[in-house]
């Protein structure tokens, strides 16, 4: 389930992958790999005939650490509004209001509890659903499939209005939606990050947008599969039925397998793809003052600090030990300390 290549679907059902390589890159590469006329018959190496990694998944910042995330770079238009918006009002001299953010003094340190590996559940939840906000907002056009769409597949017994597809849903609608599947299947915030890593692979791969008429669809699937792979004790399809009474196991199975093929059965989040969609979220927090919960630093929470640095500093230094142990490599024999030997 996990490779990156799967023999399950058959080539009809197999979704169509959009090209991850701009056109003016290919050709620049395929011209870079011709051989010229002058030369006498030439075999080309096999790393010449393939394309690069690097060019091959520039596009899909879902599955490369160094292409930028999509929601961030949506989200610049509105950031940029929001400065100019602030720029003309200090210069008109209109007062911006008591600060809402707390800055570091040499008195007084104020740090937040949230991490890489340990986030801020709610924080990290806040910041997801802006991202999918920005999603919305700034899409490019409406494509999107079936099994997706809210009028054709319901998610409760209420009537969809009839203007579904053409009305954004605001931040804190996409909010209240998500932190209610989280605290009732009580997922943790890295699932949300994970999450969040889906869907812009999903909106990649399948070459749709999130809009209106299937976010909710989009946003419960991408859930649905972030907890089975993140979640040592993943939540059933069935649990979900009960969060959303009227939505039956048989969709819910059907759209999971839907967002598997179009995700090609790659459910793989690598260390430096997840890191980047962390910080990511922190930076799209800090454009739009959505501040993580700060606390002064006093003597507990130094202590705390102390305690969690000096047991990572353990862990690495085991790991080391156990690598040094299994072999050595002539390139790391300068400067290994060897002890002196006791004669008796």
Known sequence: MGNTVSCCGSPESSPKLPSRLPAERLEEFQTSTEVSDDTVPYLQHISDREVPDELALESNPS???????IFLSKSQTDVRDKRKSNHINHVSHVSPGPLSKKYSSCSTIFID???VSQPNLKSTIKCVTLAIYYHIKNRDSDRSLDIFDEKLHPLSREPVPDD??????E?????????TLFSAAQLTAECAIVTLVYLERLLTYAELDICPANWKRIVLGAILLASKV??????????????????????MNEMERHFLELLQFNINVPASVYAKYYFDLRQLADDNNLSFP?????????????????????????LSRAAMRRSLSADN????????????
Not at 63 to 69: L, Q
């Open 63 to 69: 599955d490369h650490a160094r292409a930028s995330t």
């Open 333 to 344: 024999l300068i400067g290994i300390r060897r002890s002196n030997a006791v004669l008796s």
């Open 294 to 318: 700060l606390e002064p630093l006093n003597n507990q929470r130094a202590q705390k600090l102390e305690a969690i640095s000096r047991l990572c500093e353990d862990k690495y230094k085991d």
């Open 113 to 115: 509890d949230s991490t």
């Open 230 to 251: 993140w979640d040592d004790q993943a939540v059933w399809n069935v649990d979900y039925c009960q969060i959303l009474k009227d939505i039956t196991v048989e969709d």
């Open 164 to 169: 579904y597809a053409y009305v954004d849903p």
């Open 171 to 179: 931040h804190k609608l996409i909010y209240r939606f998500v932190r």
